[in-house]
């Protein structure tokens, strides 16, 4: 990365005149915080104890029991950590996983031939550019959708977990010798495509406190690095973040930052979403994969349909290959179709045709963050309350070889509140239906002064997202 990557005067001031939040409370203005964000190796620390729980799935997928219910790589990826992270982590954190995820962190420690703070000694990396057509999250896109087709076998056979955990850190590696900086974490992650379109609507955000001393200092170090710290790992100049779709959070900004310039705020939930610029449809079809995802997971994982599920299981090549081949068309084409005709009448009835037709689909794919966030949370309860005791029998029997570490083995399975789960899903999901009609309403706004225009454009768009909530609801009271 070279100054020539950095943002122009003109683009700086576009973000110097943007509002600034009024409802935020700087969290880094407490001492104590800033003092730990700032201590150089909190994120190592992290990373370390996240990596040794991550060694221990991969072992114990591919050498321990291929009983899922007893082996550690099954329950604690796909029940402990999920659950972290979809429940807890993104909704209230955003890419805060990110900073820790221990996926990239042998590439970019032999990257940086360091661990902890920069080091004299160039990078260990041929240093590539990422190719400008691929600067997009299609890739993660395809990445997520390619691992859910195969996610009824990866969430039950321990093998199979575990060698897509090893492939995913070797992927990681090679990208790291090869490009420069998180290449892999910013555009091939299947993973971070979902974490970075929910982050948006976190209630945490990383941004410079004024981007006026970002235009007139320049040494750049936030994004070039220098003594104190790296230069962003993520490929993003901190003087003209807007939204927090690609922050990492490793907060090597609020390290390397000479002029004190970088916070971390708590504000108002979902304020990137009302932010035009960096819209595209990648994301808007990062939004339609999760909402579908979402929608075809309950059918059938949680459904009646027997059929469906071994099909999905791959108990016969044929029947997976007509599964699969829906669940695509369903992905790529069905739901984003529907979306475009609610879309073009909405743009029809409130007389909006001087929009252009991609444009307003895009930006109102938006609308769909909020309740395929809440379709993921309330479909993720109905699975992790049933099956999270599982959690301390592996615990002290990791590969269920027999150990008994800390004796939890013989802990028996105890469904937490079975009977109370749909009660909490259908108002979590409420809760997404709200969030996702105020905001077609607001982005749709956005293209008229008119309220009475931005209504008619936002209705249909809403009965679109009552339709989804009213299926998620009827799955889960089914």
């Known amino acids: 990365m070279t100054r020539t990557d950095l943002p122009t005067a003109t683009r700086l001031r576009q973000v110097i005149h943007r509002p600034q939040h009024v409802r935020s409370f700087e969290l880094t203005s407490l001492r104590w915080l800033r003092a730990l964000l700032r201590w150089r190796p909190l994120q190592f620390t992290l990373i370390v104890v996240t990596l040794a729980f991550f060694v221990l799935a991969i072992l114990a997928s591919l ?39 221990p996926i990239p962190a042998p590439g ?21 550019r990422w190719p400008h057509r691929l600067r997009s999250i299609w890739v993660q896109n395809l990445a997520f959708l390619g691992m859910a087709l195969f996610s009824v076998i990866i969430l039950t056979r321990p093998l ?11 992927l990681a590696l090679g990208f790291s010798l090869m490009y420069e900086r998180r290449v892999f974490c910013r555009y091939l992650c299947p993973v971070g495509g979902f974490i970075g379109l929910y982050s948006m609507a976190s209630p945490i955000e990383l941004r410079v406190r004024d981007p006026e001393v970002c235009q007139k200092h320049r040494a750049k170090e936030c994004y070039l690095g220098n003594e104190r710290g790296f230069g ?35 504000r108002q939930p979902g304020l990137d979403l009302f932010v035009s610029k960096g819209r595209g449809l990648d994301e808007a079809y990062k939004a339609f ?14 459904g009646p349909w027997g059929a469906l599920k071994d099909a999905a299981d791959m108990r016969s090549f044929g029947g997976w290959a007509s599964y699969a081949l829906g669940f695509v068309a369903i992905n790529l084409a069905v739901v984003p179709g529907l979306f475009w005709v609610v879309t073009w009448l909405g743009r029809r009835w409130a007389g909006l045709e001087v929009v252009p037709m991609r444009r307003l689909f895009t930006d109102l794919a938006y609308s769909l963050v909020p309740l395929g966030l809440m379709a993921w949370v309330a479909f993720s309860l109905s699975f992790v309350l049933v099956n999270i005791s599982y959690a301390l029998p592996v615990l002290s029997d990791p590969f269920g070889w027999g150990w008994d570490l800390f004796g939890t083995r013989d802990w028996p399975w105890t469904p937490y509140a079975p009977v109370l789960i749909p009660y909490l899903q259908v108002p979590i999901l409420l809760i997404g239906l709200i969030s996702g ?15 009475q225009q931005a209504l008619r454009a936002a209705l249909p768009v809403s009965a679109f997202l009552l339709a989804a909530t009213v299926v998620l609801i009827g799955l889960y009271l089914g």
């Open 160 to 170: 199979v977990t575990g060698l897509l955990l090893l492939g995913l850190v070797l």
């Open 63 to 101: 050498f321990g029991t291929p009983v899922g219910s007893r082996n550690f790589g099954i329950i604690f990826v796909w029940i402990v950590w999920w659950a972290l992270l979809i429940l807890v982590l993104v909704p209230f954190g955003g890419r805060l996983w990110c900073a820790m995820c």
């Open 108 to 128: 970019e420690w032999l990257q940086r031939r360091a661990l902890i703070a920069p080091t004299r000694w160039q990078p260990f990396t041929l240093g590539k």
């Open 232 to 266: 962003c790992p993520w490929l993003i100049f901190p003087g003209s973040l807007e939204r927090n779709a690609y922050c990492g959070l490793c907060t090597e900004c609020l390290k390397t930052c000479t002029m004190d310039n970088v916070a971390i705020r708590l």
């Open 289 to 302: 994969i999760m909402l579908t995802c979402a929608l075809l997971y309950s059918v059938v994982l949680l």
């Open 437 to 451: 009609v105020y905001v077609a309403w607001r982005i749709a706004g956005e293209h008229t002064a008119r309220p």
